[in-house]
């Protein structure tokens, strides 16, 4: 994450920047949160342990290799060998969840569905919706391959495919997924049906349109227009959390900032999409969907989850967590309105400030998860 916004003031090329981060910074995140929570989900725990490991350290190998090819010529084998190392993380993730889930949902399928999650329908809706996600991470990695290795069957296989397969398909499907369960979970409170049913289905819909078709009139744009249908539900459906309920936690101001920021970029993305934009649109796309919405959401989650409140050490304070949360998205806003307003120092600012809000939430949560194993 913090690599992440070094690289806006390094000025790399954006296409760049965007797969540096969800490689690097959204996906490793997405992932870990998965195996917090999909295990736990049918009441148990993770049955391969050694496994993340593992797809950690093959990931991140693959994931260095594939940046570096952005940025210079390298030799095509060595490039395919980094799709490969990255694969087989995604192979590693996939076996150890299916080792510990499938044999859970045969023994009892009803599992997932608890009779205290309300309203069922939604809680169904929003369980179901989990397993498609994970097949958007599946066919994303099947579209990298055939790309490395020019198997020109598959639809997707561009780089930016790649990327919206990933970033939409799964990391942001998860999110709305999960939060359909957790907003109720952590706040108590119901999002209207409605919206939930509106965020998962333009969710599922919109990024094999998407990635798919990119650039490609008209499921290109239809995907776009669905996609911003989707997400607008979504920022409903946690604006109603956030008015309604009577537990006001630091992670609500991460997951609230990031639904807006999402909003922002589907609605840039819309615009790009339709009638081509200006250059400076995309610019601002990235950044809020890549560092708004995908991670401000995810560190939200994350205080949740871990409440650093209640750690004993330096900063262990929820005002520390809220100012990490604070001066990101600040630094969203600077990278965001840069590009229109032509002032390259407040994007720098921007990246600055993203900086030091990642240093500070790298720093206060990994002291919290260092007392949550020592004790």
Known sequence: MIGLQATYLLDWPIRVIGLFGLLG???PMTFGMAYLLLPAYVGTTLATPRLPGVHLV???????????????????????AGATLWSF???????????TIVPSL?????????SKDHPQRSTRAATAVVPIAVLYLAVGTV??????????????????????????????????SLGARLLIGFFHVVPPRPLTWGALGGGVVAPALIAGSF??????QAGAVILAFGMLCYLGMVAIVAVRTDRRRVGLAGVLGGAFAGAGG????????????????????????????????IIGYAYEFFPIGTGQFTGASDRVGLATILILGAGVVLRAIEPLLGVPVAG??????????TSVYAYVLTRRLAGIHAS
Request: with cysteine.
């Open 25 to 27: 910074a959204v996906l």
């Open 58 to 80: 093959v990931s991140y190998a693959g994931a260095a290799v594939l940046v570096a090819g952005q940025l210079a010529t390298l030799p095509r084998l060595l490039v395919v």
């Open 89 to 99: 993380g995604v192979v590693c993730f996939l076996g150890a969840l299916g080792r």
């Open 106 to 114: 045969r023994a009892n399928p009803s599992v997932v569905i608890r």
């Open 143 to 176: 579209a990298l391959l055939a790309r490395m290795y020019s198997v020109p069957t598959v639809s997707g296989t561009t780089i930016p495919g790649v990327v919206h397969y990933y970033a939409v398909g799964f990391a942001a499907l998860l999110i709305v």
């Open 215 to 220: 650039w490609a009139w008209p499921l290109f």
């Open 266 to 297: 589907v609605l840039v993305a819309v615009t790009v999409a339709i009638d081509g934009g200006a250059a400076w649109l995309i610019e601002a796309h990235v950044p809020l969907v890549l560092d708004g919405f995908l991670l401000l959401t």
């Open 348 to 357: 720098d600012i921007g990246a600055t400030l993203g900086i030091v809000g």
